[in-house]
């Protein structure tokens, strides 16, 4: 089985802390993908059933990108991601995975639609942990 280990490293202006954990399950999915200067509503194909999440991890480099899931007009969820800010979920027994809204993301994820409104490509990544077995 594929484990993931998660390190997180906060600093603040007395101290510095780190934690690592493990995050396992049977399968790992990973996207990396160039999103042109000005693309709009690029189709991304991401499968996931949302009930078997184990980790979701999503950021993006060179730019700010807008993630939509399942629908480009009316998507389900939408992502707002910045090159400095990733968007990161380990789902331990009971946690709810949210979009950058605050809303919870309870259907199937079939694509994303990712839009770059900069001046630049960004490069979209996206990290799924997830069990397969059902």
């Known amino acids: 089985m594929p484990t993931v280990k998660i390190n997180i ?3 603040g202006a007395v101290s510095r802390h780190n934690t690592s954990f493990d995050v396992t399950a049977g399968a790992l999915n990973q996207i990396e993908e160039e ?5 709009t509503d690029l189709a991304v194909i991401l499968p996931l059933d949302v009930s078997q999440l184990k980790a979701f991890f999503a950021r993006s480099a060179g730019g700010d990108l807008t993630v939509k899931t399942n629908d480009p007009t009316s998507p389900t969820n939408t992502f707002e991601l910045t090159s400095t800010q990733p968007v990161f979920y ?3 027994e009971g946690d709810q995975f949210v979009d950058t809204d605050d809303v919870p993301v309870v259907s199937d994820i079939t694509s994303l639609y990712v839009t770059n409104s900069g001046l630049a490509p960004a490069t979209f990544t996206v990290d799924v942990i997830s069990d397969p077995t059902i």
């Open 9 to 11: 490293t906060t600093t």
């Open 35 to 39: 999103i042109p200067a000005g693309a």
């Open 90 to 92: 380990p789902l331990f």
